[in-house]
């Protein structure tokens, strides 16, 4: 069965995901990675500085830049490759520079609260992500009201971005919607906007889906590597037979045999 899902590789390039023994040791390890997940399938490379999880301290531009460019500085030298590469950033000085490298998607996980990140990505050429969120980095204790109906909170919000985006010239073709899994969602949220995907499908646009190693998965805390990874192909086996276009996760050797 021809199915149109492709994976999303994360690469974080947030100080307690690789080794801080100075610059060049976080660039070759992030590049080594970047190569890994190429040669395990990845279509599209999403690489982060700043750190959106619970509790996380949040970065000033230029912090995240001085992660960032020293790996696109290197991608850009090596542009045999094949792939697709994404700046997940919610900051528009990091997103215009990140454009200037060439790279081919914007991530905003702050889903264009800010309108000059929406003009910085209609003017470009780049296809742009836009996450629900109620907060970044997430916070636990701000979720989507339990009596409201999470499905018709996204449909507005969707409507609304979708709106805007178009009316700034973008074609729809440009344009992915990420639900924002874990992102001011309770669990059972989380679970109902996974179990009910394919109705976004209306909106005509791609849908990307983040749900790799989340919390939601409600695994115990002390949970392996490969127990979260198991649980997140599971999940990612559902969204495949729901045709979202793509999954963004970490063990993409894993995913490489359920499409």
Known sequence: MHHLTKFVGIVNLTP?????????TDTGAALAHIEKLIEDGASVIDIG??????????LLPSEEWLRLEPVLAE????????????????????????????????????GLENPDMLRLVASSN??????????????????????????ETLFIWMED????????????????????????????????IIRDIRAFHVFG?????????KSFLNLPKDATTEQLDAATIAISKYLVS?????????????????I
């Not at 500085?49 to 949040?58: C, K, L």
């Not at 000085?93 to 998607?105: C, N």
């Open 16 to 24: 307690d995901s690789f080794s801080d023994g100075g610059s060049f």
């Open 161 to 192: 971005r979708l709106k805007r985006l178009l009316s700034s010239g973008m074609d729809a073709s440009r344009i992915i919607f990420d639900p924002g899994i874990g992102f001011g969602k309770t669990r059972e949220q989380s679970m109902q």
């Open 205 to 213: 646009v791609k849908l990307m889906v983040g749900h790799s190693r």
């Open 75 to 110: 991608l850009e030298r090596s542009s045999s490759v094949s792939v697709q590469f994404s700046v997940d950033t919610r900051h528009v000085a990091t997103a215009k520079k990140s454009l200037d490298y060439g790279v081919h998607w914007i991530n905003d996980v702050s």
């Open 49 to 58: 500085a700043e750190s959106t999880r619970p509790g996380a301290t949040p």
């Open 126 to 151: 780049a296809g742009i992500i836009v996450m629900h969120s109620l907060s970044v980095p997430a916070d636990k204790n701000k979720t989507i009201p339990h009596d409201a109906d999470v499905m």
């Open 242 to 258: 729901q045709d979202v276009q793509y999954l963004r996760v970490h063990n993409v050797a894993a995913h490489g045999n359920i």
